[in-house]
């Protein structure tokens, strides 16, 4: 769209640019070609766009992509989209403010890419609404505040390395791009903007708690001009750490880099299992195909010789009705890095099903429960559940979770529908054990979800 047929196209909505919103609209079309390029989007790729305003860079991926999920805060914007792609069945226009849109009914459209040309006022906000761990995206390209996008790729030791640069640089590789001058835009703003690549962070960093990881950084960051060491929680041994880190006890927060802000964490992680995706000298009972016990096994030999075995699932729910998925770690030596059922885990030799259940739930997620959970299903060993007798059980929770890193990659609460749905569209996603604790509970006719 060139700067005239935008200007007409607002006009005709009846839309006054607003300040308060940020609404600067991009008029140069070569540059609107060019930021969808950086995309590298294919015919099988879906793109969420956030503040997709008139169209400008939404005309350019038509046709070219598989679906184009547009999120537009404005409703008279958002009805102008409505209509001007009115005819084309791959788009959906959201009229939403993409700080508070559920990010959870994006997985089911994976694989996925990001595009926004986000507003100045707001572009925080939904970056860590949609782009915070877990998301579902491959990839992103953001246009924002030049300072903003400084401050994203910013390096230890510079003014504009802070929590926002930790917080992005965690998830993310940030590749800053061209400057896009105010004169791109009407109506003017008074800064110049800047587009960034983002890309997944995918290797490089050990398992550590991103909770934790948060709370560390918000305390070393609320008076960066003091020393580190009077900002962290009791009980640290800073002189210690300082050390193994190789920094100054002096260090102040902005001094430490990534690598070294995991490593703080990592000191400070309390959960025994910080350390251990598994264990492979971990003892189970081997049964016959009517459960009944034939000796004892060791993990790795039990998995190397596809020995039959028993395991526990928990689905847990909460009282809004959605149900608790756990994305496995990448440390994980079965199915790394998908996502699986609350809670799962072998039984220990001479264990019980449903004392597996409980110290799952404990060791896994932190949760505590009183009674016993339910019992719904019983799934044979097979391919799928990795020659297991699974037992899967239900139980409520409405409370935090906390897990070990390096089990467990992320934990989020998910709508039972639209878990259905992913599951229908990228079972690939998930373990085959969860799918076939999924498949089973359903064919049970359990509405997963808890009336007590």
Known sequence: MTGREIKETLDRAGVLPSKQLGQ????DPNMARWIVAQLEAGADDAIVEVGPGTGALSEHLIGKVRRLILIEYDARLAAVLTERFRGEPTVEVHTADGAKFDGRTLF?????????????????????????R???????????QKEVVARLAA????????ILSLRTQVDWEVDPQRIVPAEAFYPQPRIDSRVAILRPRITGLPAFDHRLFDELIRRGF???????????PAGIVWEEIAATLGVPVTARAEELDLARWVELTRYCDPNPLKD??????????????????????TRGEVHARKLLHRAVHVFVCNTHGDLLLQQRSMFKDVHPGVWDSSVSGHLNAGEDYQTAAIRELNEEMAIRIDNAPEEIARIRPCEETGWEHVRLYLTRHNGCVRFPAAEVAAAAWFPVAEIEAWIAARPEDFATGFIACWMAARSNGQPLTMSH
């Open 155 to 162: 390096q230890p030791g510079t003014k504009d390395y802070g």
């Open 276 to 297: 251990l995706p598994q264990k492979s000298d971990e003892l189970f009972d081997v049964v016959d195909e009517n459960d009944q016990l034939t000796g004892h096994g």
């Open 108 to 132: 089911k459209h994976r694989p996925l890419r990001f595009l926004g040309n986000l507003p100045y006022s707001s572009g925080g906000a939904i970056l860590k609404n949609l782009l915070s």
């Open 222 to 232: 609320a008076q960066r001009r003091k020393q580190l060491k009077k900002q962290l």
């Open 134 to 144: 877990p998301h579902p995206f491959e990839r992103a390209v953001v246009m924002l």
């Open 24 to 27: 600067n609209f991009l008029i």
